[in-house]
């Protein structure tokens, strides 16, 4: 198993933050990650991205050319990089802010509101948490306890926010279960 990704979106909604968390992840339970970023002055509002790589196996190189996931964030991020998504790749769009019409024949496309659905929780920083929790219900690559230990150890250094990253990633798992039923 090895699964390349990339993940864009406005610098401050988490990109970087999703990135190194699922390779902490991965780390963390036996598998092996490595995690690319691409900073510049896209930092502070324009488009930034982040390279991941997943696997069972040693990873030769952080380059992705085709990706086999691309999780976007806006609109901008989903036009840049919808080229480098293989056919048939499975593309995670923020449904809030990416317009994904007329890609369903050639990706596989989980489109979530995942903006609106963190604004509903209270604090709209847990909207890649969200996507996160998705990700690992529609991938398998974890499983809901491996990331519950991954939320407690990666974003609980403010113990305050334990329960909510938890609940935003729980949020996730349960809208991939419910859209596979």
């Not at 930034?48 to 050319?65: F, M, N, Y």
């Not at 929780?121 to 996507?131: E, F, K, L, P, T």
Request: with cysteine; hydrophobic share 45%; glycine share 12%.
């Amino acid at each position: 198993m090895e699964l390349k990704m990339i993940i864009a979106g406005f610098g401050g909604q988490g990109v970087m933050v999703t990135g190194k968390f699922l390779g902490y992840a991965a780390c963390a339970h036996n598998k092996q990650a490595m995690f690319l970023p691409q900073y510049g002055p896209e930092q502070r509002g324009g488009t930034a991205s982040c390279t991941v790589i997943l696997s069972e196996d040693e990873i030769g190189s952080p380059i992705v050319g085709k990706a086999d996931v691309l999780m976007v964030f806006n609109q901008p991020s989903l036009e840049k990089f919808l080229p480098r998504l293989k056919e048939g790749g499975l593309l995670f769009a923020n449904a809030t802010l990416c317009d994904t019409a007329g890609l369903e024949g050639r990706f596989e496309v989980i489109s979530i509101p995942v903006d609106d659905m963190a604004k509903e929780m209270g604090v709209r920083q847990v909207a890649n948490i969200i996507m996160t929790g998705a990700f690992t219900a529609k991938t398998g690559i974890f499983t809901a306890d491996e990331i519950s230990e991954t939320v407690k150890h990666v974003l609980g250094k403010k113990p305050e926010l334990i329960d909510l990253n938890e609940a935003a990633v729980q949020k996730g798992i349960a809208l991939m279960k419910t859209a596979t039923a």
